[in-house]
């Protein structure tokens, strides 16, 4: 299913703390798929330090992500996502 990029934007969001599957082109060019969720606040992998961010991820086309594989924070962008799959149900990405 074929899926634009502000309603993958909105899945992602409003995914709950659920595990999402992503690919996207990492900022080197290189083809990246990570397993994560958003939502987590707390991980002793990645402690918090209580200062946020100094930028706001939309003003980047960012969203965050906690990496279940490497246990870290990951700002994934919107504008070279390719694929999202949430709930078994696997989106492609389109460039609008």
């Known amino acids: 299913m074929n899926i634009s990029k502000a309603k993958a934007t909105d899945l992602i969001k409003g995914s709950k703390g659920k595990f999402i599957n992503v690919k996207f082109v990492k ?3 290189d083809l990246r798929t990570m397993t994560g969720r958003t939502g ?6 990645a402690p918090l330090t209580g200062e946020g961010l100094k930028y706001n991820p939309n003003d980047y086309g960012l969203v965050g992500i906690f990496d279940a594989q490497n246990k870290g924070y990951r700002m994934v962008n919107i504008n070279t996502l390719q694929e999202l799959t949430l709930e078994g149900q696997t989106y492609q990405i389109g460039s609008n």
């Open 40 to 45: 987590v606040y707390k991980s002793k992998h």
């Open 27 to 29: 900022k080197n060019g």
